[in-house]
Every structure is written in C-alpha cells, then in structure tokens.
T-cell receptor
C-alpha cells in the first residue's frame, strides 16, 4: 500500500539554526499538507500546498516557515531560525483529490530545539 | 468558530464495552468529519469519516453518529478491544476554504486517550 514517508524521524537542532524536514507524498496525490503536534496536544494545521503554491496557511506559519516542492516527489518544510517553541512532531500529509478524499499522514519528524 | 471541541480527554473501558467519544463544532462551513486513530510514535490514520448528508455511518465495530442541527458528532466503538487503545481525534474540514475553494485543511479536536482493559 502506498504511504507517505518522512525524513529524518528525529532532528535535534540548536535555537536559531535552520532545519529542513522532508516528505515524500504518495505519488498520484495532488494536495500536500504540513501539520504539527506539540507533545500531548492536538494536531494543528500549518499549511496546504496545491498546484505548486501555498493554498492556505495558519497563523502559526509565519515568515520563519516555508514550503517547497523542488521536484516531482519531495515536499519540504523549512524553518529558518528555530525557536524552542518549534519543538514538536511535524506531520506531512497528502491527498489525491478534493474535499471527501482521505488525507494520508506520514509517520512524522520529531523536532527538538535546544 | 474554527474550533472542534472533543470530550472526554481520557476514557477507560473494559474489554467488550462500548467507547463513546463526542465532538462539537461551530463553523457551519465544515462539511467533512473524519475520525483519526493515533498510536504512540505514529502519524494519525483515518478510521472512519462522514459527510453531513447522513446521520450515521458504520464500518465494522466503528460508528459515527452525526447531528447536523446540534453541530455534534460522535464515535462509538462497539466491543472495544485492548488493541483499540490509542488516541482518537475528531476533525472537520470546510467545503469552502480561504479564497472560495476547499483545500482540505483539517481542524482537529483535542484528542481522547482511550484505554481498553483486558
């Protein structure tokens, strides 16, 4: 069964450093997402990406964040200057088509900012 | 208005019992209501989903009940098993998002930690 993959599984970085989280969505999917989950809390939407551009973003997704789909398979989330409060699990998700189609989530990248 | 409120925060059920988790929403633009199951260290996985044009959907031991007028929906797990022990999230997605098109943004509830004792 096709699945969303994410690398690395765990990233430790120092405050102020840049990190890039990588995702490979399911190959025929058209909609891509990043969510984050702070330990013990709910999953929060960060950004959606469709047709090679950001389609929607949350208040969390400020100028420190950016997304890119550099080729036909990868989807990346960059945090330019990490803060302690960026420590969370980051999930990539993808969906084949519109509203009623399932979003498939990857296993997540645990980001620890020290 | 964008929130989805979920209760209870935690739930302990004996094997064979019924687990019931409730969610409520305010945003009338929400048009798709999935439930996700999450095991420790894993990403959320879709369990079952419902559209607002039906009041109930059943898949195996899992049933969603939907009350559009009350803006509430719930997950019922029949014959709960220890393997069902996980965190359950309700979620909702609008039919129309920012810019007039739905891109499928999911708003999640706070989650319910379900423990099923053998």
């Amino acid at each position: 069964e096709p699945e969303v993959t994410q690398t690395p599984s765990h990233q430790v970085t120092q405050m102020g450093q840049e990190v890039i989280l990588r995702c490979v969505p399911i190959s025929n999917h058209l909609y891509f997402y990043w969510y984050r989950q702070i330990l013990g809390q709910k999953v929060e939407f960060l950004v959606s990406f469709y047709n090679n551009e950001i389609s929607e973003k949350s208040e969390i997704f400020d100028d420190q964040f950016s997304v890119e789909r550099p080729d036909g398979s990868n989807f990346t989330l960059k945090i330019r200057s990490t803060k302690l409060e960026d420590s969370a699990m980051y999930f990539c998700a993808s969906k084949e088509r519109g509203l009623y189609y399932e979003q498939y989530f990857g296993p997540g990248t645990r980001l620890t900012v020290t | 208005q964008q929130q989805v409120k979920q209760s209870p925060q935690s739930l302990i059920v004996q094997k064979g019992g019924i687990s019931i988790i409730n969610c409520a929403y305010e945003n009338t633009a929400f048009d798709y209501f999935p439930w996700y199951q999450q095991f420790p260290g894993k990403g959320p996985a879709l369990l079952i989903a419902i559209r607002p044009d039906v009041s109930e959907k059943k898949e195996g031991r899992f049933t969603i009940s939907f009350n559009k007028s009350a803006k509430q929906f719930s997950l019922h797990i029949m014959d709960s098993q220890p393997g069902d022990s996980a965190t359950y999230f309700c979620a909702a997605s609008p039919s129309i998002g920012a810019g007039g098109t739905s891109y499928g943004k999911l708003t999640f509830g706070q989650g319910t930690i379900l423990t099923v004792h053998p």
